[in-house]
């Protein structure tokens, strides 16, 4: 059985993606967004981490404490969108390992194509969470799914910005044991296969190339 996507209803994402959306934030502020919104979502997507007692010697005593039960993670972003995640993810889970999955879409068919795949040696003793801000078709987040899968690792969790209701049901179709996370849903793909309402093209405003 697939499982529900999570979709924040917090009140900090919701403002700062509606922040994202306007055409009118520059490109250092619109990375900026990202990272944040990027470090609630991954709050949310570790909420499952194991932990264990410690005892910690405090100024006065003994406190019988819970650390994390030495879970690996693995952030995987998405080219180029994605890498915008990723300082934000590493900020909450500085000790996790970084691998990178290229792949631009074409603009004519829309369908993915791959050009570079480098992931952790030890992928499979790892949890990983996939980067990308857009959900759109879902066919890049299928993609790089089924190229994670051949490394066999211990869990896949996928988290984007904004999810069109096509790439939702896409990914959760072909992936029903990847669970998803995403800050808004927003209502459908335009005949260019961009998001509506969206943010326009998220590679584009993170680095400024158009
Ligand atoms: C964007 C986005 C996703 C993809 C989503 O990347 O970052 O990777 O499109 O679309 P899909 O769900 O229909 O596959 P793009 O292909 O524009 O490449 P870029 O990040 O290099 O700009
Ligand atoms: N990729 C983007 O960057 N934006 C969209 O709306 C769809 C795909």
């Keep these: 059985m697939a499982k529900a996507p999570f979709i924040a ?5 919701q403002h700062k993606v509606s922040m994202l959306r ?6 250092n502020q619109f990375r900026g967004l990202i990272k ?7 709050y949310e997507a570790t909420r499952d981490l194991p932990t264990c007692e410690v005892d910690v010697q405090t100024p006065l005593t003994i406190a019988k404490c819970r650390v994390i039960a030495g879970r690996k993670l693995a952030f995987v972003p998405i080219l180029r969108a994605g890498l915008g995640m990723v300082d934000g993810g590493l900020e909450l889970v500085p000790s996790a390992r970084v691998g990178h999955i290229g792949m631009y879409r074409d603009e004519e068919t829309l369908i993915p194509h791959p050009y570079y795949c480098k992931l952790p040696k030890d992928i499979n003793e790892r949890d990983v969470i996939v980067l990308d801000p857009m959900l759109a078709t879902g066919g890049s987040a299928v993609d790089a799914i089924d190229q994670i899968k051949t490394k066999s690792p211990r869990s896949i969790k996928f988290m984007c910005i904004i999810a069109a209701p096509e790439g939702l049901k896409l990914l959760t179709e072909k992936h029903p044991d990847v669970q998803i996370y995403c800050a808004c849903l927003d209502e459908r793909l335009n005949e260019n296969g961009y998001i509506l309402p969206g943010l326009g093209d998220a590679g584009d405003r993170i680095f400024g190339t158009k």
Aim: aromatic residues 0%; hydrophobic residues 40%.
């Design 36 to 42: 944040e919104i990027t470090e609630l979502l991954v």
């Design 22 to 27: 306007d055409v009118n934030t520059p490109s």
């Design 9 to 13: 209803d917090h009140p900090l994402i």
